[in-house]
């Protein structure tokens, strides 16, 4: 690449980088010589916009260096080449950039010796992103042993949801009018999900779903495993979506594939789910159990990247918990980027068959039960009866019920068993920005 080629290349994209419209995301990235921050996510989430927001807030031209390895001008570039832009950088801004933003580095042939060379020099903060259908987290770990953070980004909280709707919103000063309008958006966000695209578009949600569902198969699983039979890849995709914010058994699928004569094996079925969990489109959550080994051979819950998708298959009216705890389950993962000691679970308690949805954990510590219920009667009752029980199992009194409209706290008394039992509505507990 020509030198005059490289200076035009970094010019244009810092002008077209002043233009684009960012809206805010409420992320806090690491700015660290110390290790390589890596940002990962499903595809469509908004990395490389939360990556423009952070630059923007935080840095002027001659602070960073900005280069996306899919773009035509860096085409075929070697790592020689692409080093080069740091010291063209410099030769425009009388200055090494201290940021370096990689985007898409995965097109780049060697790009982890470039890195590895970068990082050792101690001289910049390094930022990599890239589709997740190529750069993924395991692959990460494998390259960069051990000197890279991974950042997770999920599609928009229900927090960026309203600064994308425009919706200013104050908790300690909310008129009833205020309340309304924030409750009548909460239900749209359960109803549209967090895709940046199809929030600031909702009248393309349709087209947006059945195109990203295209794209994860061919792309994130055809092409990147050379998975040879789309059929059963799109049938198992299917079976995600109807079981979202339930236990998932694979050996029950490989029952109905065949009662549907699809040839599929049980040990394919498992290799599929574990490539929908590597491309983020689904995260699955094991039983808590004292026993390190019990808890991974557990069967696991099953969540969405986002909940929108459900809409694939037509199913939103009747699915509000599944959907609220969905929600909640995408909240505890996106505060795990600010608390990365903390695990989550579900639990179980036999002979009563009680579920718990969310044990978080940190260390040997179990920090907070979490139970999320949109009706009342005799299915809230159920879910407190449930929270008592494991609080009383796992040493536990921070307690929480998460709902759609209760608020408050209250002592109960169950069959021997006591507990204080915070109840807050879902909404509130996505715009307080705290677990406990």
Not at 228 to 256: D, E, K
Not at 300 to 318: M, T
Not at 332 to 347: D, G, I, T, W
Not at 360 to 386: D, F, M, P, T, Y
């Amino acid at each position: 690449m020509e030198t005059s080629q490289a200076k035009k290349y970094l010019l244009d994209k810092k002008e077209d980088f002043r233009k684009i419209t960012v809206f805010p995301r409420f992320l806090s990235f690491i700015s660290t010589s110390r290790f390589i921050t890596t940002v990962i996510g499903p595809r469509r989430a908004g990395k490389t916009y939360a990556l423009y927001g952070f630059i923007k807030k935080n840095l002027s031209d001659e602070d960073f260096l900005l280069a996306n390895f899919e773009d035509v001008d860096l085409s075929g570039i070697s790592p020689v080449e692409a080093k080069e832009l740091i010291s063209i950088h410099a030769q425009l801004y009388k200055k090494n950039p201290r940021f370096l933003f990689l985007d898409e580095i995965q097109a780049l042939a060697g790009w982890q010796k470039l890195v590895l060379s970068l990082y050792e020099s101690k001289q910049f903060i390094i930022f990599l992103s890239g589709s997740s259908s190529r750069l993924l987290s395991k692959e990460i770990a494998t390259s960069l042993r051990g000197r890279s953070l991974s950042h997770l980004v999920l599609p928009l909280s229900f927090a960026e949801f309203l600064v994308f709707q425009g919706i200013h919103q104050d908790l300690e000063k909310l008129s009833s009018t205020q309340e309304n309008k924030l409750l009548a958006a909460f239900e749209r966000y359960v109803d549209l999900g967090g895709f940046p695209d199809i929030v600031l578009e909702p009248e393309r949600a349709e087209q947006f779903l059945r195109d990203y569902f295209d794209v994860v198969v061919y792309r994130d699983i055809i092409e990147r495993f050379q998975v040879q039979n789309t059929g059963i890849v799109r049938f198992l995709m299917q079976a995600a979506l109807s079981s979202f914010s339930s236990v998932v058994s694979v050996h029950r699928i490989f029952q109905t594939a065949k009662s549907k004569n699809l040839e599929v094996s049980k040990k394919t079925l498992y290799t599929y789910m574990n490539h929908l969990e590597e491309s983020f489109f689904v995260f699955l959550l094991k039983k808590f159990s004292f026993s390190a080994r019990e808890s991974a051979s557990s069967l696991p819950k099953l969540y969405l990247n986002d909940v929108g998708l459900r809409n694939v298959l037509h199913s939103a009216s009747s699915e509000k918990g599944k959907s609220y705890e969905n929600i909640v389950f995408l909240e505890l993962k996106r505060r795990q980027n600010e608390h990365p000691l903390q695990e989550l679970f579900y639990y179980r308690i036999q002979p009563h068959d009680y579920e718990v949805d969310f044990v978080v954990k940190e260390k040997s510590s179990i920090l907070q039960l979490i139970q999320v219920v949109a009706g009342g009667g005799e299915e809230k009752e159920r879910e407190v009866r449930a929270l008592l029980l494991a609080g009383r199992d796992l040493n536990c009194k921070n307690l929480l019920v998460l709902t759609e409209d209760k608020e408050g706290e209250k002592t109960i008394h169950w069959h021997g068993v006591k507990g204080r039992v915070r109840f807050l509505p879902v909404w509130k507990w996505l715009l307080r920005g705290d677990v406990f």
